[in-house]
């Protein structure tokens, strides 16, 4: 049986959540940090070592100011209060987007997260932040190009954010919409997609051990028979 190693997730639901439940939609991305702080735990639990989650992509800016600010300020004080019992976890920390796009306080605040945790083993927590695949695997052939190098599978995976981290092998995605998103467009090429119905608030440790379990009876083969 497979044990999945890497699960990338777009947490998908959380405005209609709030509008259902709290008639606000920023009410439900506050729930939906609460779900994130749970399957951090349980990603440990089940010995997955890296989890990228999709927490805001560079279509995100179209939203309403009042929206933006919320999510920022949301993401603000997620660095503040949580990183040190992050990295008393064992969590490091890894930022993939172009960050240059935040203020100034959040990209500071962001680095020395990064920098506080680096030396953690137990789980890479990977966020998407300002992440958007197009202009990742774009820029990374711009790259190949300037330093002349032959353009092949490993040299693009060698120029993407994700460089060094092994592709995923789940995707999950909330919220009853099945589509990717420019989320991870290179690195899911063989992984498991599992659209999820829940919105994100409501997705939880039970969800999330059925489909790893789902995962570990696929026999997976790559292209092959
Ligand atoms: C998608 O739901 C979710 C987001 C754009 C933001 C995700 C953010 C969080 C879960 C909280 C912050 C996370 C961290 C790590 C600080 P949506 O708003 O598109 O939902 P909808 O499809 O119902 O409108």
């Known amino acids: 049986m497979n044990s999945p190693k890497h699960v990338a997730i777009i947490m998908d639901g959380n405005g209609r959540w709030g ?8 009410l439900g991305h506050k729930e939906g940090l609460k779900t994130v702080e749970r399957i951090i735990k349980s990603t440990i639990k089940n010995n997955i070592k890296y989890l990228t989650l999709y927490a805001f992509s560079t279509e995100n800016w179209k939203r309403p100011y009042f929206e933006i600010k919320f999510l ?13 019992e992050l990295n008393e976890n064992g969590i490091k920390l890894k930022i993939i987007g172009d960050i240059k796009k935040f203020p100034n306080k959040i990209q500071f605040r962001l680095k020395s997260a990064q920098r506080k945790t680096d030396k953690n083993k137990k789980l890479l927590l990977i966020l998407a932040l300002n992440y958007g695949s197009k202009s990742e695997i774009i820029n990374a052939i711009k790259s190949i190009k ?11 995976d ?18 009853n ?24 608030p409501d997705f939880n440790e039970r969800d999330y051990k ?3 379990e789902k995962f570990k009876k696929i026999k997976r083969n790559f292209g092959k028979i």
């Not at 509008?19 to 920023?26: A, E, G, H, Q, Y």
């Not at 060698?158 to 919220?175: A, E, H, M, S, V």
């Open 158 to 175: 060698r120029f993407l954010y994700t460089k060094g981290i092994p592709n995923p092998d789940i995707l999950i995605r909330t919220g």
């Open 146 to 156: 300037t330093k002349k190098i032959i353009i092949n599978e490993s040299t693009v």
């Open 19 to 26: 509008i259902t439940n709290k008639k606000s939609r920023n």
């Open 177 to 200: 919409t099945n589509r990717l998103s420019n989320f991870l467009l290179w690195q899911l090429s063989y992984s498991e997609i599992f659209f999820v119905k829940k919105m994100w």
């Open 210 to 212: 059925n489909i790893i």
């Open 72 to 84: 920022l300020n949301l993401l603000e004080s997620f660095l503040n209060e949580k990183i040190d």
